[in-house]
């Protein structure tokens, strides 16, 4: 049953070419259609609810047999809530609106030649995730909306509840009519097999990580096909002289603390020198049960916080953790954010329209906030309807990526005979 | 003088810290100064001709001495008339619209926050190109006007015309105040420079080879830095049965032979089964000085046209050659275009306005074209101004690249205090 025994590049190879195949039909496909299919994949799953319970339990029985973590067994878990809000999710994508054939922008030369540009699907995207089986689901419908295949490589502790989604994925869309091989599912647990997505240039347009930084770094070291993804969030909010003081404890602790694990949450609070209520800021977090590591200055706030090594500057804690330094002016934020930020998001708070303007124009990140928490870094509060991650890159898309990201674009040059002189 | 004696490793760091550093200047200049920095260049760049001249005489001399083709030396070669093109170039460059800052769209959400996603410059882009000095001013001022700082790494036989350009340059963007260090020259000959620059991720940003199928084929091998490019034009021109005889030999004609060297350049002519004239669309090519290689059916359409090979399909002649075989409808075409073609630039010659849609729909290309020559596969004819370089690839950017491919964007949210419930 898990196919062990196949060479992985081969496998690969026939995947991507059926998946190659599939995506022909796929980008061709009516927004509706598309709709309709995903609207039976909701239904297919729901009535699939024992199977994939029943796989699921199997899948629990040996992560804990193997002693996996609490997280990771609370991450590999479903329950019916869950199903249901998986199936939710694929409604709620079957309604979003379908950028393929969108016109990006046209052009009537004056040899009467007519330009334009349409959204195009990418072709065949790869995903490779860990133990969330709805990542299953939710990234094979974004590829499906936008008209391309999916080849999923998802976690081997997870494989049994992903071949139940899988397979009540693909009774929905077959039903309607779309191609089997537009969502595939790797069948093997070799990791080898994720080798040879990655250096398959040609067969599969673009991977896209989904997990842990351990993945996202093998995938980015390794891959030869271009990747979307984020290493890390290193994530800084600043603190300005103009800052009105409710809105920098509000924001502050919202950032850091509303859910730590986040990729968009603060790492690393920065406070202007010239700030007349540092100490708020710092208590508020220190009390909403943050540890705060901060500068020589920083210490002096509250005997609570201890002291910030170089290394705390660059990390992503993703736990209640905070690094605290003071700056010099918004400048002194910018050269901190320039060398130490990881180019997904940054916020500054402050009620200076000109030193915002400023700090939005020169923090070099994916997303970069004036008086607004970083944890609202996520496709679906950017009114995306979903996404399939972060992109901290600065190729082909950055920021939240969702159903535009997936596709690309082509010319279309509408004539009546013109030859080129 | 050729510093070959430098680490090419440390060398490239060295050059592409420079290059960041620059970028973050130039990412912020406005367009005016931008503008005013490139008319400046423009003016030096006429008053060095002399030495410029002086440059290029020593290059040629020593191309000649070393034995270099004739079209290579002509490649070469810069007179009062070409210089003067340049110059012009750049002034055409200069007044260009200016990319960075374009706001692609606005989004204000239920809670408050606006959203905008704002163009950016890319950051640092290298150019790798071969023997045709001119390319040092083209993709140098590309970048200057697009915000992004360059790394040029030109041929070994151009070098002396190559710095010569770029000292005057250098010399007209820096009176302008602009940074020194916006377009670098990659000061030796050594091949290991541009092996160097291929894996400077997360220093170079992108690589953008221009230069013959070996150069772009060896970046596009070893590159782990993303690169812009293509490394085939092998375009095709389908005659349906429904095209106008008179369009079809002008539009075949001008396809394949007004400049037989560009990558637009039609290398195979697909023809209907259902066409009634085929004959006349051969017999105008031949007449035209080409040479044909046709399928079984297409030889007996005249007895000039020899036997095509199965290499013939996948082969861009750059030459007067042209592959010919007869499909079935479009279908045929699209399947054997699906099969062959390398993603650049396909056109069909038909007055059935449904039938062109579906070609349009269908061909995988960058450009799609409707009774219309290949041969307009360009930027300036796309009103673009100018472009750096033709993308085959799916991701960021397909097609005639120009300036708007040289940037990416930043998301930025303005709020009021916003904090995600």
Redesign the interface.
Known sequence: MARDDIDPTLLIKDMATRARAAS?VL??ETSARKASALMAAAKAIRTAEAEILNANEQDVAAARANGLSPAMIDRLLLDSGRIAAIADGVETVAGLRDPVGMVIDE?L?PNG?K?SRVR?P??VIGIIYESRPNVTVDAGILCLKSGNAAILRGGSEAMRTNRALHAALIAGITEKGLPADSIQLVPTTDRAAVGAMLVAQGMI??IIPRGGKTLVARVQDEARV?VLAHLDGICHTYIDAAA?P??AI??A???KM?RTGVCGATETLLIDQAYAHPAAVAGALLDAGCALRGDAQAQRLDPRITAASDEDWDTEYLDNICAVAFVDSVAGALAHI?AHSSHHTE?IVTENAAT?EQF???A??????????T??ADGG???LGAEIGIATG???A???VALEGLT?????????????P
Chains 1, 2 share one sequence.
């Open positions: 022909a980008a061709r052009n030369r030649l330009l195009v990418l072709g347009d673009i271009p009105d409710a809105k509000a924001i602790v919202n950032a509303r320039a916020s915002a939005l124009a020169a070099d990140s994916a997303i970069v906030m004036h008086n607004a928490s944890q609202f509060e950017f009114g600065r190729l082909h950055r920021g939240p690309t674009y082509k010319w279309l040059v509408r004539g009546t005979g013109q030859v080129r």
